[in-house]
């Protein structure tokens, strides 16, 4: 009898013992793995010859010419790209800038051929239908590619869903605002919804989406945040947040994050004046900055800055302008070593309060890569005034150099390069 109840025993014990184990890592956070890179054309470097293609089954290769290039890996690319650019083109790099007009006017162009800016942001003022803002990409991205050396333009929009859906056509799905996104307690809804947001904004041309926002708060009213968040449990944020960013990768989209440390503590709107937010740095990484903790750890490409200032942090600059939060925090606590984008730098919360050259110095020494401006400032000659404070000091050219350095290697991760 005693063997044969042994033998009934065993397959139980080793229910209970899986069952257990289930029951463990239910427990912890069910975030999916990191999306490896989205497959990109190869294109050759300046002076390189051109690069035929070769399909294998269903896997395309790309084929060189005898000529002893070897394919060199991201590192080495940006480095001779680094090695050609001037400093003029390395601080035009450092801009993301929104145009008025539905076609490239003399005015863009001259932007990007005189400039030499790292990307463009769309707005509705650019948007009228489909194949309208293809062509617009399309010529956008031709002008770029026609440059020494080319590279790539980022073509950034806003695209949260909700009330922040700046690709506003009939023709492309309408998602509500993410705070009701979480109704459905379904991480796997967040995932298709950014899979579909992006797949659409990719098709007209953009390789890049401010969203999704990891701001904290508990209404879904049309306050600054609102409804554009997600909720006010850090946790869950922070989940939706990296499940968010699977979906966008799966689509072959950069994600910028926002509004780093966050903005739901706040409801004064810093499109018009200056918010403070009185919190302690522990305080802040233990509740708002959990999110974004969680979506570095999965590979987040960007971040963008809060225009916010946090007295007990730093009682002099606000998180956009402040070496304190973005290398100190950022960098440093955090561990974030992708690109750091500014909110625009045309709110009222900085030109209240500095100058656009005083925002800029200020921005890029704290550590912020691409400054963001909506359209309406000088940009070539903003660009000429970083050159002149380069110049005499009052920015490194190291600074300019690591900057650039992150802007290239993201550009060839979405095969701008």
Not at 73 to 86: C, F, K, P, W
Not at 253 to 258: C, E, G
Not at 376 to 398: A, F, K, N, P
Not at 400 to 410: A, M, N, T
Request: hydrophobic residues 40%; aromatic residues 6%.
């Amino acid at each position: 009898m005693y063997p044969k109840r042994q033998r009934l025993f065993q397959p139980i014990l080793l229910i209970v013992i899986l069952a257990a184990c289930q029951t463990q890592r239910e427990a912890e956070l069910d975030v999916p793995p990191v999306q490896e890179p989205p497959e990109v054309s190869m294109r050759p470097l300046p002076g390189e010859p051109e690069i035929s293609g070769d399909k294998i089954g269903d896997m395309s290769l790309p084929v060189y010419p005898q000529t002893g290039i070897q394919l060199r890996s991201a590192e080495e690319v940006v480095e001779l790209y680094l090695q050609q650019l001037t400093l003029r083109q390395k601080i035009g790099q450092r801009f993301l800038t929104g145009f008025t007009g539905k076609s490239l006017s003399n005015s863009t162009k001259k932007l990007i051929e005189e400039g030499y800016i790292g990307g463009v942001m769309l707005s509705q003022r650019n948007i009228k239908n489909r194949a309208q803002v293809r062509a617009l990409t399309e010529a956008l991205q031709e002008t770029a590619r026609a440059q020494n050396p080319p590279i790539g333009l980022f073509i950034a929009v806003d695209q949260e869903g909700g009330r922040v859906n700046r690709l506003d056509l009939d023709t492309l799905t309408r998602f509500p605002a993410p705070y009701y996104w979480g109704e459905y307690q379904d991480p796997h809804y967040v995932e298709a919804a950014a899979y579909i947001i992006s797949r659409e904004a990719l098709s007209l041309g953009c390789n890049i989406n401010f969203a999704p926002v990891l701001d904290l708060y508990n209404t879904p009213d049309d306050s600054i945040v609102g409804d554009r968040s997600m909720g006010e449990n850090p946790v869950l944020v922070g989940e939706r947040g990296v499940y968010y960013l699977y979906g966008a990768q799966r689509a072959g989209i950069a994600s910028v994050v926002k509004h780093f440390p966050g903005h739901g503590r706040t409801t004064v709107d810093s499109h018009h004046e200056l918010p403070v937010v009185d919190i302690d740095e522990k305080t802040l990484l233990n509740e708002d900055l959990l999110p974004f903790q969680m979506v570095i750890r999965h590979g987040v490409d960007a971040v963008m800055t809060a225009h916010i200032l946090y007295p007990q942090i730093d009682p002099d600059f606000p998180a956009t302008l402040s070496a304190t939060l973005l290398r100190g925090l950022l960098r440093g606590l955090l561990g974030f070593d992708g690109v750091i984008i500014s909110d625009d730098i045309e709110m009222g919360a900085l030109r209240g309060r500095y100058s656009p050259q005083e925002i800029v110095k200020h921005g890029l020494n704290a550590g912020v890569d691409i400054i963001l401006e909506y359209g309406t400032l000088d940009v070539l000659q903003l660009i000429e005034e970083v050159h002149t404070m380069v110049e005499s000091g009052e920015i490194s050219r190291e600074i300019i150099d690591e900057g650039v350095r992150r802007i290239l290697l993201l550009k060839w991760k979405y095969g701008l390069l």
